[in-house]
């Protein structure tokens, strides 16, 4: 039983395009988030929601948006791609602030 | 505002050897420390969650410590194998996000 899974896992697609990556967890957990990593390898957080609630908005572009629709899912959809956007994202759940987190695999995004 | 450093970036070793990974934080207030693997391609695996309070977890050939005090954790790898290669990822846990440092990337030789 996967934990935390993404979809799609590898996303090719055009700038100016609008694309949407899935996850979603059967852990039970409360809180879940998108983690963007870059071409060095650099791991940084992007959103969290707390039971379909935004806690925390680090700096991203509003072109990104995500979406709770219950607490066991979390979607990104990102407007208007750019070259820079090309990363992998890793969606991420735990159950609290004293808790572990749990990764997905990861969504490998180019954009050309 | 929390940096994590890891050091070395790079480590490559023979099979069979003990080693060390580093890791240190900047500012002490912090819920826990994670230890994660990535191998290429792949998502991050969880290897150990050590909470503020504690010193030190283990997991077979793992063991990580924590100084929170002086802002280090260890990450110490026994008897090391072919199967260990991967990137080792250090994240403190602070103001509900993990905080990552650049992670070491160990390749041990057979």
């Known amino acids: 039983d996967t934990a935390v899974s993404q979809t799609p896992k590898y996303l090719v697609t055009q700038m100016g395009n609008d694309k949407s990556i899935k996850c979603e967890q059967n852990?039970?957990?409360?809180?879940m988030y998108w983690y963007k990593q870059d071409s060095k390898k650099f791991l940084k957080i992007m959103f969290s929601y707390n039971n379909k609630e935004l806690i925390i908005n680090e700096t991203v572009p509003n072109r990104f948006s995500p979406k709770s629709p219950d607490k066991a899912h979390l979607n990104l959809h990102i407007n208007s791609l750019e070259l820079g956007d090309s990363a992998v994202y890793f969606c991420?759940?735990?159950?609290?602030?004293?808790?572990?987190?749990?990764f997905g695999s990861g969504t490998r995004l180019t954009v050309v | 505002k929390q940096e994590v450093t890891q050091i070395p970036a790079a480590l490559s070793v023979p099979e069979g050897e003990n080693l060390v990974l580093n890791c240190s934080f900047t500012d002490s207030a912090i819920y826990n420390l994670q230890w994660f693997r990535q191998d290429p391609g792949k998502g991050l695996t969880s290897l150990l969650l050590i909470q503020s309070s504690q010193r030190e977890q283990t997991s077979g050939r793992l063991n990580a410590s924590l100084d929170k005090s002086s802002g280090r954790s260890t990450l110490y790898i026994a008897a090391s194998q072919p199967g260990d290669s991967a990137t080792y990822l250090c994240a403190v846990n602070q103001g509900g996000k993990l905080i990552f440092g650049q992670g070491t990337e160990l390749s041990v030789k057979p």
């Open positions: 991420a759940s735990s159950q609290g602030e004293a808790y572990g987190y749990t």
């Open positions: 852990l039970g957990h409360d809180t």
